[in-house]
């Protein structure tokens, strides 16, 4: 079956513009987390969505992050006014249940020149 | 603050031998995740790790977990060049989950 989508798989952009990135889950996982890997890095949880829910969002690295999940499916996050330091690659996962294993996206790769 | 700390960070191993990744964590959890990244791809899962004591093994790999010394392992048994990657272990807290830094291993012919 199809796994977890995300778009687009590399975005360049200038600093001070705003990106949407987009995560197309596994049809029926309820759980939608967003991960950031900088390079050489492990991963930094940024958020997660529990249906059209976030919990938690004290992952979020700044005000200029903001997430939202609509019809407990497709997921985007935004970076408003980006800076170079926000330059990585952004990991989306789903999970069938809160606690369950995650099953990740190809990742979007983000250069913020 | 939360700590996962794997290690080594680097291993390069000759083909055929054993080795072991350790990964420690700061709090208490019993939820543990191995996951396998190749070089420019994103994360495969490779074990879910729910209770202390838990063992899974699957081909030449096989993770263990120690709730009460925060601990869990990843053995490698007699290894090849396909087992060359990066490996994160994840701890799950709450709604959250937190990685090691990754032990990049190289399996040397």
């Known amino acids: 079956g199809a796994g977890v989508s995300q778009s687009p798989s590399n975005k360049v952009t200038e600093k001070g513009k705003d990106v949407e990135l987009r995560c197309d889950p596994i049809?029926?996982?309820?759980?939608l987390y967003w991960y950031r890997q900088s390079l050489g890095q492990g991963l930094e949880f940024l958020i997660y969505?529990?249906?059209?829910?976030?919990?938690?969002k004290s992952g979020l690295p700044s005000d200029r992050f903001s997430a939202e999940r609509t019809g407990g499916s497709v997921s985007t996050l935004t970076i408003q006014r980006t800076q170079q330091e926000d330059s990585a690659v952004y990991l989306c996962?789903?999970?069938?249940?809160?606690?369950?294993?995650?099953?990740f996206g190809p990742g979007t790769r983000l250069t913020v020149l | 603050e939360l700590k996962v700390e794997q290690n080594p960070l680097f291993l390069s191993m000759q083909e055929g031998k054993n080795y072991t990744i350790y990964c420690n964590y700061s709090?208490?959890?019993?939820?543990l995740y191995w996951y396998r990244q190749d070089p420019g791809k994103s994360l495969e899962s490779l074990f879910v790790?729910?209770?202390?004591?838990a063992v899974k093994q699957e081909g030449r790999l096989m993770a263990s977990l120690d709730t009460k010394a925060r601990l869990s392992t990843l053995h490698i048994t007699a290894a090849v060049h396909d087992l060359s990657a990066t490996y994160f272990c994840?701890?799950?807290?709450?709604?959250?989950?937190?990685f090691g830094t990754g032990t990049s291993l190289t399996v040397i012919p």
């Open positions: 994840a701890v799950e807290v709450g709604n959250q989950f937190y």
């Open positions: 996962a789903s999970s069938p249940l809160q606690y369950n294993e995650q099953f």
């Open positions: 709090t208490t959890s019993d939820r």
């Open positions: 790790l729910l209770s202390n004591g």
């Open positions: 049809s029926g996982h309820t759980a």
């Open positions: 969505f529990q249906g059209n829910s976030a919990p938690d």
